[in-house]
C-alpha cells in the first residue's frame, strides 16, 4: 500500500517519474533493461530450463491508471477509465502471446479477481478486467495465475475463465502490520481470510509433466496459516 508514494494515486500523480526511478533503482534494475526506456514501470523476466521455465510479468497499475471515482467517500465502478495504458497493454499482449514458458505468474500491486471489497482493484475498472481475461483467452498462455498485495490482508481466490480455465490471485500482505479487523465477504476465495500478519509462498514441484503449484500462507515463525492449496496438478 501507498507503493507509488501516495495512497492509491495513479496517472494523476505529479512525481510518478520519480517515483518510478527510485523503485528501479531499489531493485538494481540494470541501466541497459528497456524497462529504463519506457514509460512505467513494467517488465518481465524468465526463469529456468524449456520445460520447466517461469515467466514472471511484473505490471505497473499505477503510472497510467486513471482516477477512481469516489461516492459518499467509495470507489466506485469507472468504466471508461483506464489501469495499464495502451502502450502497457501492447507489451502485456506481445509478453504473453506464444510464450514458451510452462508457468505465467502476473503481479498486480491490486487484486484482480475480488469484486465484493470496497477498496482499491481491478473490479473498480470492469472493463479493464474483462480486457485481461479476454486476453488470457486470446493467448492461452500456460497456467497463468496473478500475485497482488495492498490490502493488509492474505487470501487465495479463483476464478474459472470461458475459453482459457482457471486463473487465480494470490494476496499476501503484510509482513509488518495486518488489517485484523477484517472479515470481509470474497466470494472467488479458496481457504481462509488471513488477518494476521503473514507471507505467501509459492512451490512449484516440477517432478511429474506438469508442474504442481501450491500456495501456502505462512506467519513469521513458519507456522501455516493457510495452506497448501494445490492450484495446479
Request: charged content about 30%; aromatic content about 12%; cysteine-free.
Amino acid at each position: 500500500d501507498h507503493d507509488f508514494g501516495k495512497n492509491d494515486a495513479g496517472s494523476e500523480y505529479e512525481f510518478k517519474d520519480e517515483s518510478r526511478d527510485l523503485m528501479f533503482e531499489f531493485l538494481d534494475v540494470p541501466r541497459r533493461s528497456p524497462a529504463w526506456q519506457r514509460k512505467g514501470g513494467y517488465q518481465s523476466y524468465e526463469f529456468g530450463e524449456s520445460g520447466k521455465k517461469v515467466k514472471v510479468i511484473l505490471l505497473d497499475a499505477r503510472y497510467f491508471r486513471d482516477g477512481l471515482v469516489r461516492a459518499n467517500g467509495l470507489y466506485e465502478k469507472n468504466w471508461r477509465g483506464t489501469i495499464l495504458g495502451e502502450s502497457q497493454w501492447s507489451w502485456l499482449e506481445q509478453e504473453l502471446t506464444n510464450s514458451d514458458a510452462d508457468l505465467h505468474i502476473i503481479s498486480s500491486g491490486i487484486q484482480f479477481i475480488a469484486t465484493e471489497h470496497r477498496f482499491e482493484k481491478w473490479d473498480n475498472f470492469p472493463k479493464e478486467r474483462q480486457r485481461m481475461l479476454d486476453l488470457l483467452v486470446k493467448t492461452q498462455p500456460k497456467n497463468a495465475f496473478f500475485l497482488s498485495g495492498d490490502r493488509h490482508i492474505s487470501e487465495i481466490a479463483a476464478l474459472h475463465v470461458p475459453g482459457y480455465g482457471m486463473t487465480y490471485d494470490f494476496t499476501s500482505s503484510g509482513m509488518t502490520h495486518s488489517y485484523t479487523a477484517s472479515t470481509e465477504y470474497n466470494s472467488f476465495r479458496i481457504g481462509k481470510l488471513v488477518t494476521e500478519k503473514s507471507y505467501g509462498l509459492i512451490n512449484i514441484d516440477w517432478s511429474g509433466d506438469e508442474p504442481n503449484v501450491s500456495f501456502m500462507i505462512r506467519r513469521d515463525d513458519d507456522k501455516e496459516l493457510d495452506g497448501p492449496i494445490s492450484i495446479l496438478k
